[in-house]
């Protein structure tokens, strides 16, 4: 198959894990638009989590292209046996995973759990469910840890993380389903990508965040760990692109995703800040408690092999991302002010 042909597959179905996160909400839209079905796990919770999936199912939805949510979890392997005989969806995407990597030294056994057994977990019910469908697994730049930059398809792991470790064991069992058991599994190792449907916890979203409370007098200061971390940031929507491309290969494969351009967080913050007029140095602090106990230096991916195969490079480097982003967040949050202004008047 020619994956630069943009013919529709009208008719397919495809089913997403954490399809309530940034990528899974990006990759539901992309789908959506060439004509799937998207049917998506979410996990039963007694509050909303669907926040970045409401424009899509909150509103009416065209014949043919429909999302579906189904309450599942990547602990129980039962129910994902279930739910695959049942659904028979020509591709599945697992993005459900514990993703936060400070986090991962805080609950090490539940991210162990969740991020690295329940890849497993679903190629076992893909095995098991005996049906046919392609598998992504979604892999993290967070493998290579300490290897030094630029990191491509043949660098060593050495992960520096339980998130890290975690994603190295869905890795490998990603590679072992596809050899020992000829399962079309591919893994796609993405470097850090964000966007303004980031989780406010991650480091990206919170300098971009406090930028747009910062100008308007919300907050003073900006607290964060390791500002000389380097990493290779691009933009989410275009890594969905790139997944979807994975699939639709003849022969399954693992590729790296990048923009190939690093950036510390230093220089992020110095961009962000300046795209609303600010100087960073008055109010960003430094707190301890905010590093991680093995810290990861520099990422910096070389995705030759995707531009090559899949016909798949970055357009969106990092600068314009931390614009994107403020802007983003800015115009949020002055919504959010207004909102609260017209409910005050009444």
Not at 163 to 176: E, L, M, P, Q, R
Not at 336 to 345: F, K, P, W
Request: proline share 5%.
């Amino acid at each position: 198959m020619n994956t630069n042909d943009t013919e529709q597959p009208a008719g397919r179905t495809a089913l997403i894990t954490g399809v309530t996160g940034q990528d899974g909400s990006y990759l539901a839209e992309l789908l959506l638009s060439k004509g799937y079905t998207v049917h998506g796990l979410i996990r039963r919770s007694s509050s909303f989590n669907t926040e970045r999936l409401d424009h899509i199912y909150q509103g009416p939805q065209e014949p043919g292209r429909t999302l579906v949510l189904h309450h599942a979890d990547l602990s129980d392997g039962v129910a994902l046996v279930n739910l695959l005989r049942d659904l028979r969806p020509d591709e599945v995407y697992n993005l459900g995973a514990q993703s936060h990597v400070r986090v991962s030294f805080d609950a090490p056994l539940y991210t162990g759990d969740v991020t690295g057994m329940g890849s497993l977990r679903l190629l076992e019910a893909i095995r098991a469910s005996g049906i046919d469908t392609r598998i992504y697994q979604a892999s993290s730049s967070e493998m290579f840890g300490s290897a030094p930059p630029p990191q491509n398809e043949r660098t060593p792991f050495h992960p520096r993380s339980p998130y890290g470790c975690a994603k190295v064991f869905g890795y490998w069992a990603t590679v072992n389903y596809r050899e020992a058991y000829g399962l079309y599994a591919v893994n796609g190792i993405l470097f850090n990508h964000e966007s303004p449907r980031r989780g406010e916890t991650f480091v990206t979203r919170k300098i971009t965040r406090a930028v747009a409370r910062i100008k308007a007098g919300l907050q003073d200061r900006l607290y964060l760990g390791n500002l000389d971390a380097v990493r290779d940031w691009g933009y989410a929507p275009e890594y969905v692109e790139a997944m979807w491309r994975m699939l639709q290969r003849d022969e399954p494969d693992d590729y790296v995703v990048a923009t190939g351009q690093a950036g510390s967080v230093r220089e992020f913050v110095e961009t962000a800040f300046s795209a609303a007029g600010l100087d960073w140095s008055e109010h960003v602090r430094f707190d301890p408690k905010y590093e991680r106990p093995s810290e990861v230096d520099a990422l910096i991916g070389d995705a030759s092999k995707a531009e090559s195969l899949l016909g798949w490079k970055a357009r969106v480097m990092w600068p314009e991302l931390a614009r994107i982003m403020v802007d983003a967040d800015r115009a949020q949050l002055e919504s959010e002010l207004s909102g609260a202004a017209v409910r005050i008047d009444r």
